[in-house]
């Protein structure tokens, strides 16, 4: 059964930092595309960044590009997101995803699995 954990939200204020972490159970983590997306108020989904744990660079949104950094811990099956310079536009549900044949365009939301998501709220 796959279960995927996030935690690491929280509250900050503008110009903050947080890191997320995504701990995944019931995954082949080595060779899986590892997601993380974002819901905001009366917004829609929409891809952050996407890894592929088997090899290969993080891709990531226009809007976090530069301020957010995705790593991965295949020793822990965990992926990381550093996010820095969070704006109030920032807040939102983040939530990470699994798939288990390959990356796609880091706004395709077809994934197989969905954790819970946790919430990050920036202040200005």
């Known amino acids: 059964q796959v279960q995927l954990v996030e935690s690491g939200g929280g509250s900050v204020q503008l110009g903050g930092s947080l890191r997320l972490s995504c701990a995944a159970s019931?995954?082949?983590?080595?060779?899986?595309?590892m997601g993380w997306f974002r819901q905001g108020p009366r917004q829609g989904r929409e891809g952050v960044a996407n890894?592929?744990?088997?090899?290969?660079?993080?891709n990531y949104a226009d809007s976090v590009r530069g301020r957010f950094t995705l790593s991965q811990d295949n020793a822990k099956n965990t992926v990381y997101l550093q996010m820095n310079n969070l704006s109030p536009a920032d807040t939102a549900m983040y939530y990470c995803?699994?798939?288990?044949?390959?990356?796609?365009?880091?706004?395709?939301?077809?994934?197989?699995?969905w954790g819970q998501g946790t919430q990050v709220t920036v202040s200005s």
């Open positions: 995803a699994v798939r288990h044949n390959g990356c796609r365009d880091v706004s395709d939301l077809r994934y197989d699995e």
């Open positions: 890894i592929y744990t088997g090899g290969g660079s993080p």
């Open positions: 019931g995954v082949a983590f080595a060779s899986a595309c």
